[in-house]
């Protein structure tokens, strides 16, 4: 298998991975090329989920087999692991608080009222 991902870095780990779960070469190809591209976690996650099999229904490839397929690779590019998991829950942003930008607008507001009261 080392051969045939020539192109892309694996640790061991990753090449286990991919043996164990059976994903070819070329399906890896496929989710590079056609699922969405997450940055979290120090990580990139290459992942296939519903929208990604839909849109690669429209440029004439079958990729549903392949619905549920995460890729982590490191920001070098090295796969560091596979796994499957439909559910893409755990790829949305976190719930921030209230970011700075939020919090100065409050603030001006709160002064901008007090001058209007004393005056």
């Known amino acids: 298998m080392r051969e045939q991902l020539?192109?892309?870095a694996v640790t061991k780990h990753g090449e286990a991975r991919l043996?164990?779960?059976g994903l070819p070469p070329a399906q890896v190809q496929a989710v590079f090329e056609f699922g969405r591209e997450v940055h979290t976690r120090g990580a990139v996650i290459h992942a296939v989920g519903r929208k990604e099999v839909e849109y690669a229904e429209h440029c004439a490839?079958?990729?549903?087999?392949l619905e549920g397929w995460h890729i982590v690779c490191s920001r070098?590019?090295?796969?560091?692991?596979?796994y499957r998991n439909r559910n893409l829950r755990g790829l949305r942003p976190r719930r921030r608080t209230r970011t700075?930008?939020?919090?100065?607008?409050?603030?001006?507001a709160i002064e901008t009222r007090q001058t209007a009261t004393t005056c």
Do not use: C, F, H, S
Request: glycine share 8%.
């Open 100 to 108: 700075n930008r939020y919090l100065q607008k409050e603030r001006g």
């Open 19 to 21: 043996y164990a779960r």
């Open 61 to 65: 490839a079958d990729i549903a087999d």
């Open 76 to 82: 070098q590019g090295d796969i560091i692991t596979v």
């Open 6 to 8: 020539a192109e892309y």
